[in-house]
């Protein structure tokens, strides 16, 4: 259901409308050509010219024939509001406000007709503006949902079964007394929709298994920052006391790497707000939290057999998923939600992808997302290194040489296997001879 709904998203933001220029400039980029074009291969910018042809004769043909009223506004407005993107707001219900229409069904589970009924069309218009109505109060139910404004739908809808509390209570408990009771009613910070009709998995879930530290990686990352300016610069390979301290340097750099990577292919998306992209990322978090989980209680080759068939029901075309995956990675990493990033980690190195291998090791080696394993994170390196001595692009930090030797040698220092002295002096050479980097670099 959650891909369903990424899968509108992604095909839509294949269908934006891009100079030649720069389709061009981009098609040895095979990230863009999956976000932009939505169209991999020789002939992509002819099927992109008659994707263009064909948009621009549909707005001519039907476009100007379909009555606008008050009613298809409302409609458009509400789905608009609740990051289904149905265009302008001028009345007229075509193609592009069905496919809202569509995506907004596929969220609550409703058949996917493209035409709402009676109830859809009330829950929509009815929650958008009670939306508009709730001031500051909706706002703290968007910023506690994993769905953002998305979430509200859900909430609405539950409330009008008599199934959930009405949200204002629980609302005013937590901003204005964050300590009394809330913390053991609703440890994990759900909102009033997943209690109501979960409760159960809201005891479970923090003995779930394999489940790892709920600490912020945004500041862990702040604190190695310190530190390393503190000792005057990045660990080398010649000034590595502590394999540890180079570990978490690496780490929180691909973190900074992958932020500025999803922000860049984000701001080439047509039709989609960085907001609306974020909260449809967390939408799949959920979906890949017992993958994340499971790293530290299966062999990578187990769990990369689980991500893998896992791809094969999303509905997604690899270069779509690829293209989604990085996105989304960025902004797991900046949003600290660990089961977005690693998720989308998993993903990537599934389809492929070996260099994204670190990510998993770094995340058992510290303990974010996933149970801290460092037994198990020195596979998880070994594969991505594997990738880069193989000639894999640099993703990660391209302009340091020494990179990958030396996460080498503090991951085997880590996992208390001795370094070889002579490494060192062998590898950096394979490591400079990269062929290509990353276009975005």
């Known amino acids: 259901m959650i891909f369903k709904v990424m899968t509108g998203a992604v095909v839509?933001?294949?269908?934006?409308?891009?100079?030649?220029?720069?389709?061009?400039?981009?098609?040895?980029?095979?990230?863009?050509?999956?976000?932009?074009?939505?169209?991999?291969?020789?002939?992509?910018?002819?099927?992109?010219?008659?994707?263009?042809?064909?948009?621009?004769?549909?707005?001519?043909?039907?476009?100007?024939s379909i009555p606008a009223s008050q009613e298809g506004r409302n409609i458009q407005a509400s789905l608009n509001y609740f990051g289904f993107d149905a265009g302008a707001v001028d009345g007229q219900l075509g193609r592009k406000t069905r496919n809202a229409v569509s995506q907004y069904q596929a969220y609550l589970g409703y058949p996917v007709t493209g035409k709402m009924t009676a109830f859809e069309q009330n829950l929509l218009i009815s929650s958008y503006n009670r939306a508009q109505a709730g001031g500051y109060?909706?706002?703290?139910?968007?910023?506690?949902?994993?769905?953002?404004?998305?979430?509200?739908?859900?909430?609405?809808?539950?409330?009008?079964?008599?199934?959930?509390?009405?949200?204002?209570?629980p609302a005013t408990t937590i901003v204005v007394a964050p300590q009394p009771a809330p913390?053991?009613?609703?440890?994990?910070?759900?909102?009033?929709?997943?209690?109501?009709?979960?409760?159960?998995?809201?005891?479970?879930?923090?003995?779930?298994?394999?489940a790892g530290s709920q600490a912020s990686l945004a500041s862990h990352c702040n604190t190695v920052s310190l530190i390393t300016n503190t000792n005057g610069g990045f660990t080398t390979l010649a000034s590595m006391s502590d394999p540890n301290v180079a570990l978490n340097e690496q780490?929180?750099?691909?973190?900074?790497?992958?932020?500025?990577?999803?922000?860049?292919?984000v701001s080439k998306i047509q039709g989609f707000t960085p907001?609306?992209?974020?909260?449809?990322?967390?939408?799949?978090?959920?979906?890949?939290?017992?993958?994340?989980?499971?790293?530290?209680?299966?062999?990578?080759?187990?769990?990369?057999?689980?991500?893998?068939?896992?791809?094969?029901t999303t509905g997604m075309s690899p270069a779509q998923l690829q293209g989604t995956a990085k996105i989304c990675l960025g902004v797991g990493y900046r949003t600290d939600n660990m089961d977005v990033a690693?998720?989308?980690?998993?993903?990537?190195?599934?389809?492929?992808?070996?260099?994204?291998?670190?990510?998993?090791?770094?995340?058992?080696?510290?303990?974010?997302?996933?149970a801290k394993r460092v037994d198990v994170a020195a596979s998880w390196y070994e594969a991505g290194l594997a990738a880069s001595d193989s000639g894999a692009a640099a993703v990660f930090v391209p302009g340091q040489p020494e990179r990958t030797e030396l996460i080498r040698q503090a991951s085997m220092r880590a996992n208390g296997?001795?370094?070889?002295?002579?490494?060192?002096?062998?590898?950096?050479?394979?490591?400079?001879?990269?062929?290509?980097?990353?276009?975005?670099e």
């Open 275 to 312: 907001d609306q992209i974020a909260q449809q990322c967390a939408g799949f978090g959920p979906a890949m939290k017992d993958k994340v989980a499971s790293l530290s209680l299966k062999s990578r080759d187990a769990v990369v057999a689980d991500v893998s068939s896992f791809i094969l």
């Open 12 to 64: 839509a933001m294949s269908l934006a409308i891009i100079p030649a220029e720069r389709a061009e400039a981009d098609a040895g980029d095979f990230i863009a050509g999956a976000i932009i074009g939505g169209i991999v291969g020789a002939n992509a910018k002819k099927q992109r010219r008659t994707t263009r042809s064909r948009t621009v004769r549909r707005k001519k043909s039907t476009r100007s």
């Open 183 to 210: 913390a053991p009613a609703n440890p994990l910070g759900v909102t009033a929709l997943a209690s109501a009709v979960a409760p159960e998995p809201t005891v479970g879930l923090p003995n779930f298994l394999g």
């Open 137 to 169: 109060a909706v706002q703290q139910q968007v910023a506690a949902n994993f769905d953002g404004t998305r979430g509200l739908l859900k909430t609405y809808r539950a409330e009008m079964a008599g199934t959930a509390p009405a949200p204002a209570a």
């Open 417 to 440: 296997v001795p370094a070889a002295a002579t490494l060192p002096l062998v590898q950096p050479a394979s490591s400079t001879g990269l062929p290509t980097f990353s276009i975005s």
């Open 342 to 370: 690693v998720g989308s980690a998993l993903l990537l190195f599934a389809m492929g992808e070996g260099v994204y291998g670190e990510l998993m090791g770094h995340h058992l080696s510290q303990g974010f997302g996933p």
């Open 251 to 265: 780490f929180c750099l691909a973190r900074t790497y992958a932020i500025a990577r999803s922000e860049e292919l």
